[in-house]
């Protein structure tokens, strides 16, 4: 079984920051892929970023320069450092991985939510 312990959220004023992160435990052989989600109230989960074992990022155009995200492979969390906030990131965010826990199988786990509310 894998968890994920998650730190932040909460809410803030528009153009502060903010850190997000997720520490998975468990049946963990190794962790590839991992990433940071997004799902505003009616919209549809989006992704924000992500990141590659070796440590590769990929970023949504809107989001690059003012979002960061990080790993820490030897403690399995992945970060999701926010700067200059806008009321329209306020959503929830998920973490996400890919899991392997053995070197055979992977499976891709998604953290519980984390709400991040932006105020003007």
């Known amino acids: ?10 809410l803030v004023q ?8 997720c520490a998975a435990s468990g049946s963990i052989f190794r962790i590839n892929d991992m990433g ?13 970023a992500s990141i590659a074992r ?10 690059k320069g ?5 790993r820490d492979n030897a ?7 926010m700067d200059s906030l806008k009321p329209e990131d306020t959503a929830v965010y998920y973490c996400n991985a890919d ?14 939510g984390t709400l991040v509310t932006v105020s003007s």
Request: aromatic share 14%; proline share 1%; net charge positive.
């Open 1 to 10: 079984e894998v968890s994920c312990r998650r730190l932040g959220g909460g």
């Open 14 to 21: 528009a153009g502060r920051s903010l850190k997000l992160s």
């Open 36 to 48: 940071w989600y997004r799902q505003a109230p009616g919209k549809q989960r989006e992704l924000v």
């Open 54 to 63: 070796g440590g590769s990022t990929n970023y949504v155009h809107s989001m």
């Open 66 to 70: 003012r979002f960061t995200i990080s």
């Open 75 to 81: 403690k399995n969390s992945v970060y999701l450092e």
């Open 99 to 112: 899991v392997m826990i053995n070197k055979d199988y992977e499976f891709n786990y998604w953290g519980q």
